[in-house]
């Protein structure tokens, strides 16, 4: 079986690119049949990505979520399974991956208008802090407190918006919604569990409304995600759902796997298909012990 890797040379501040020679090597130990490209763009990793998609055999996402993200919207539909190497900044998609233990874990798959989904969505607040942090890993600021510093810039600036949910058969408004979030995975910025019960194994999502929070309320929201404690949250409403639609009067900053997109409509399917996603532990733990 072929293992593609596909190495997002802009992850962890360039340091990806460090690993190019490493994973030559292990391969050539371990006597597989590999192939290495490196890249610079979603656009470039989703054409290589592409290429393989039909053919038996495994592509590596090098890098963070994005770039998972970009692979996996290459081979939905195809013969080809999802491999992860996290080497991002956050790697959201591989802590929830991990607790699960398989070498391969056939998982959930959403679809966020036209783009595919493997951990979560979110519209609101979350996506602006996102944003947030995007711009800011552009400047020398610790990995590790990027997020951190994106919600303390997202406080000064964010506005609620008047949103519309539709979740199977339930309809929710919030006049001024702080946040709407579906979760095929649990974790997200940096490490936080915002949903404790989802499993990427099943279809369907869960689905969290945060309802109209004042900007003195935000950060101790904030610090109940921070503690797993937010679902006590008395203006937080929880259900799940295979069918979300998000509509809001204005366009919202929203984000899919790290990827931030700004839309008025949303339309979510919690169940579009399935994939299998690798980790192969034996390449992946001789990697990062580099």
């Known amino acids: 079986m072929k293992h593609v890797f596909i190495i997002n040379v802009n992850s962890n501040s360039g340091k990806t690119t460090q690993r190019v020679e ?4 292990i391969c050539k130990a371990l006597e597989v049949d590999y192939e290495i490209y490196v890249t610079d763009s979603r656009e470039t990793t989703m054409d290589i990505a592409k290429k393989f998609r039909d053919e038996f055999c495994v592509v590596y996402a090098v890098g963070g979520d994005g770039t998972i993200n970009a692979v996996l919207n290459s081979l939905m539909g195809g013969e080809a399974y999802l491999g992860v190497v996290p ?12 607790e699960y233990g398989d070498l391969v874990t056939e998982c959930n798959v959403m679809k966020v208008n036209d783009m595919y989904c493997l951990n979560i969505f979110s519209a609101g607040l979350d996506a602006e802090i996102c944003e947030a942090a995007e711009k800011m890993k552009k400047l020398s600021i610790p990995r590790s407190q990027i997020y951190n510093l994106g919600m303390a810039y997202t406080f000064f600036k964010y506005k609620n918006q008047p949103m519309l949910v539709k979740a199977d058969s339930e309809v929710y408004y919030g006049p001024n919604m702080t946040m709407v979030t579906v979760c095929n995975g649990k974790y997200y910025g940096n490490g936080y569990q915002i949903a404790p019960d989802a499993d990427m194994r099943k279809a369907g999502a869960d689905v969290y409304m945060l309802g109209d929070l004042n900007k003195w309320e935000l950060p101790g929201f904030l610090k109940s995600v921070i503690r797993g404690t937010h679902e006590e949250n008395d203006g937080l409403v929880k259900t799940s759902a295979k069918k979300i639609e998000i509509t809001s009067e204005h366009p919202v900053v929203a984000n899919v796997d790290g990827e931030i997109l700004k839309a008025d409509q949303f339309n979510i399917n919690a169940e579009v298909g399935k994939i299998k996603v690798v980790q192969n532990r034996r390449v992946l733990k001789l990697i990062r012990k580099k």
Do not use: A, M, P, Q
Not at 22 to 25: A, S
Not at 87 to 98: A, C, E, P, Q, V
């Open 22 to 25: 490493e994973i030559r090597k």
């Open 87 to 98: 080497f991002g900044s956050g790697n959201d998609i591989y802590r929830t991956l991990k």
